[in-house]
């Protein structure tokens, strides 16, 4: 069983930073992916990022490629996601997410971080 928290997300205004982190618990991380999210209102959850935490691979959605950064400390069982640059489209609830590796995808899911960049 994984239980996974997201933390880090508020207002900020465009062009501006602000870094997420999601903490994991239960099962160990080590041989998992660990990926991040984002819903906005009225639309389709977006793949952001992920990170395979063995090989420390990493992956970005185009709209964020260049500008958010995926990692994780193994010793407490956290990723995060520094995000720069933000523009009124990063607005959304993001969401941490864990792939255990057994074909099923991503099943295990925090609650969500709203993020809101204004203008």
């Known amino acids: 069983q994984v239980q996974l928290v997201e933390s880090g997300g508020g207002l900020v205004e465009a062009g501006g930073s602000l870094r997420l982190s999601c903490a994991a618990s239960g099962r160990t991380l080590s041989r998992y992916s660990m990926g991040w999210f984002r819903e906005a209102p009225g639309k389709e959850r977006e793949f952001v990022a992920d990170?395979?935490?063995?090989?420390?691979?990493?992956r970005y959605g185009d709209s964020v490629k260049g500008r958010f950064t995926i990692s994780g400390d193994k010793s407490k069982n956290t990723v995060y996601l520094q995000m720069n640059s933000l523009n009124f489209e990063d607005t959304a609830v993001y969401y941490c997410?864990?792939?255990?590796?057994?074909?099923?995808?991503?099943?295990?899911w925090g609650q969500g971080t709203q993020v809101t960049v204004s203008a």
């Open positions: 997410a864990a792939d255990a590796q057994t074909g099923r995808g991503y099943v295990y």
């Open positions: 990170i395979f935490w063995s090989s420390g691979n990493t």
